[in-house]
């Protein structure tokens, strides 16, 4: 991979890297051909462009299920450790099954995570019983996470305006149709999320073997996951190479009557990489992304200073990304993955 000439560090992407990636999180397991013709390049380019990010570690794509669409329950939890012990705690969180966005926050006594459980009666037992427990573990704080204005298959690259909306449209799936009752996986459905969550684009013989269906039952099952909202495409990239060098996370206290607009304003804000609403006494929750600490404090004395209804606010830097939305990899800290 070419380099910028500082420190070795990749160069940062460029445009046609920008709108693959774009691209990609738009349909992640669109054919190449496809891509090219969107565009405008051969599928040669377009599949040399992917080989080459992904085999660096650059990005790379992911399918991942949808919580909701499964009746699971999401948990914003902060957990409060001794200075020694918060990133043995946070890399024994980061390889559980059932965590997500595993970051260690400004201080480095902090640990910020997302853990899902099946249903809001088995939620005891992941926050009460399964969480680290130790001495240097001082305090635990989970708030639930109950609507997402922002996040899931949309992305900060999804604002970029790397695609026109044409370019995307031509690209975008139909939307999920809504089902009354959440969805139940079987076992070979688990085993499809665990293959696609390592790579969302292995191909449909690798994922056969990985469930014991035929590819033409793969191709049907992949179609039905993502028809039903329960499958989507993520791009999980290098923020460095997107020009982000800030992280923060964003806890607000929003008046309830205007929970709800705000929060909507707010998701369409281009800092804000994912925002919801949540229990407890900051109960707006955003992931922000700028370009440096300048660009951080004009963000939050404008745009955030002129939403409705906020009265008090909370900001805690990211100081390392352990895990995102896939699988847990023993990235390096100075590489910070997209985007929670």
Known sequence: MKTDGTAGRPAPFDELDRRLIHALQTDGRAPFSRIGAVL???????????????????????????????????????????PDAALPVAEALARRPDTSWVSLMSGGTEIAAVCRSASSEHSDALLLQKLPRTP??????????????????QSMISKSGALTAEEAAR????????????????????????????????????????????????????????????????????????????????????EPAELAATGEALATHPEVAFAG?????????????????????????????????????????????LKGPGPYLAFSPAAPRSRR
């Open 40 to 82: 405008g390049v051969s599928d040669q380019t377009v599949a040399r462009r992917y080989t080459r990010h992904r085999g660096s570690g650059a990005f790379r794509v992911l399918g991942l299920a949808e919580p909701r669409a499964l009746g699971e329950v999401e948990w914003l939890v902060r957990v409060q450790c001794a």
């Open 277 to 321: 609403a949540t229990t407890g006494p900051n109960n707006l929750f955003a992931s922000v992304l700028c370009r440096d600490t300048s660009a951080l404090y004009t963000y939050l004395t404008t745009r955030v200073a002129a939403l409705p209804g906020v009265r008090t606010m909370e900001s805690s830097p990211r100081i390392r990304h």
């Open 171 to 254: 690209l975008s799936p139909p939307p999920p149709r809504r089902r009354a009752e959440p969805v139940v996986l079987s076992d070979a459905d688990r085993r499809l999320f665990e293959a696609l969550g390592r790579d969302g684009r292995a191909p449909l013989d690798e994922l056969a073997a990985v469930t014991g269906w035929s590819p033409t039952t793969v191709r049907r099952r992949l179609a039905a996951l993502r028809a039903d909202g329960v499958l989507y495409y993520d791009v999980d990239y290098d923020l460095r190479l997107f020009g982000y060098g800030v992280m923060v996370a964003l806890w607000l206290s929003v």
């Open 136 to 153: 240097s573990v001082v305090g635990v704080a989970a708030h639930c996470l109950l609507h997402e204005f922002y996040g899931g298959p």
